[in-house]
């Protein structure tokens, strides 16, 4: 029973490497049997060897930094985007920036690719890889709101300013939560808007919410408006002027940076 096993094994493996062999010669390869079918076959070349990818969608770090630097300077790339990662609107840069050249677009970054866009850059500046943080009021922001679109929450000054690629578009009062229910500190991103939200916790108003780390948001408070710093929130960023709040809610979007520190 073994050495039959075997010998329809070998038999099949010969059938298919006869097969293959007039495959690959574009020969029309035929079965035995009732059910003969024909299955045309055409050879369609070698497969294409592709460069190496010194960088792609996903990478990260230093270089992908300069890479993202040089397609600024030939604004393929905005500014906001300069972060370190290599994220589609680089790999959409990566790819405009190659069809101008009339080379394959890979959307990743070879070696042709680097050295075509040295051909056109000039060596990024400290400057341009690490934009200087705006200054106001003779006071320079956090570093992290200088590049993209951050709301940026100074607790030292108590100042909530929206800012555009460094540029500070908006500036309001703002409060923070108590000892017990501090504002935490760090870099976040807007998860979630609500326009008219109520607290299930407190049961209180938060209109034009926008939340940033679990239940913590930017929002109206109308007890900031009416008793000032004489009150506290339970974690949020309370802004106390409605007019300015309402603008900024359209304006900030949902992954815009948010940045809470002390300068």
Same mark, same amino acid.
């Given at each position: 029973?073994?050495?039959?096993?075997?010998?329809?094994?070998?038999?099949?493996?010969?059938?298919?490497?006869?097969?293959?062999?007039?495959?690959?010669?574009? @020969?029309?390869?035929?079965?035995?049997?009732?059910?003969?079918? @024909?299955?045309?076959?055409?050879?369609?070349?070698?497969?294409?060897?592709?460069?190496?990818?010194?960088?792609?969608?996903?990478?990260?770090? @230093? =270089?992908?930094?300069?890479?993202?630097?040089?397609?600024?300077?030939?604004?393929?790339?905005?500014?906001?985007?300069?972060? =370190?990662?290599?994220?589609?609107?680089?790999?959409?840069?990566?790819?405009?920036?190659?069809?101008?050249?009339?080379?394959?677009?890979?959307?990743?970054?070879?070696?042709?690719?680097?050295?075509?866009?040295?051909? !056109?850059?000039?060596?990024?500046?400290?400057?341009?890889?690490?934009?200087?943080?705006? !200054?106001?009021?003779?006071?320079?922001?956090?570093? /992290?709101?200088?590049?993209?679109?951050?709301?940026?929450?100074?607790?030292? @000054?108590?100042?909530? /300013?929206?800012?555009?690629?460094?540029?500070?578009?908006?500036?309001?009062?703002?409060?923070?939560?108590?000892?017990?229910?501090?504002?935490?500190?760090?870099?976040?991103?807007?998860?979630?808007?609500?326009?008219?939200?109520?607290?299930?916790?407190?049961?209180?108003?938060?209109?034009?919410?926008?939340?940033?780390?679990?239940?913590?948001?930017?929002?109206?408070?109308?007890?900031?408006?009416?008793?000032?710093?004489?009150?506290?929130?339970?974690?949020?960023? =309370?802004?106390?002027?409605?007019?300015?709040?309402? !603008?900024?809610?359209?304006? !900030?979007?949902?992954?815009?940076?948010?940045?809470?520190?002390?300068?």
């Amino acid at each position: 029973m073994r050495g039959l096993i075997i010998r329809k094994a070998l038999s099949t493996l010969i059938v298919g490497g006869v097969v293959a062999t007039l495959l690959s010669s574009g @020969t029309t390869a035929t079965a035995s049997g009732s059910d003969v079918k @024909t299955v045309p076959f055409e050879v369609s070349g070698e497969l294409p060897i592709y460069p190496k990818a010194l960088w792609k969608n996903g990478s990260s770090g @230093t =270089n992908v930094r300069k890479v993202e630097a040089r397609l600024v300077q030939l604004k393929l790339l905005e500014k906001k985007y300069l972060d =370190n990662d290599f994220g589609t609107m680089t790999r959409s840069a990566v790819k405009k920036f190659q069809k101008s050249k009339g080379i394959p677009e890979l959307g990743y970054v070879d070696q042709n690719t680097l050295d075509q866009l040295a051909k !056109v850059t000039h060596v990024p500046t400290q400057a341009e890889l690490y934009p200087p943080a705006p !200054v106001v009021n003779g006071k320079k922001l956090d570093a /992290r709101c200088a590049t993209g679109v951050a709301l940026c929450i100074d607790k030292s @000054t108590r100042k909530l /300013r929206y800012v555009v690629d460094g540029v500070v578009k908006m500036q309001m009062d703002v409060r923070f939560g108590a000892v017990k229910t501090a504002t935490r500190e760090g870099s976040f991103t807007v998860g979630w808007k609500s326009r008219n939200h109520v607290s299930k916790l407190y049961d209180s108003k938060m209109p034009y919410a926008m939340f940033f780390s679990g239940g913590q948001a930017v929002h109206y408070s109308s007890d900031f408006a009416a008793r000032g710093y004489n009150g506290a929130s339970h974690g949020c960023v =309370n802004v106390r002027d409605l007019a300015k709040i309402k !603008v900024l809610f359209d304006e !900030v979007k949902v992954g815009d940076k948010v940045i809470v520190y002390r300068s």
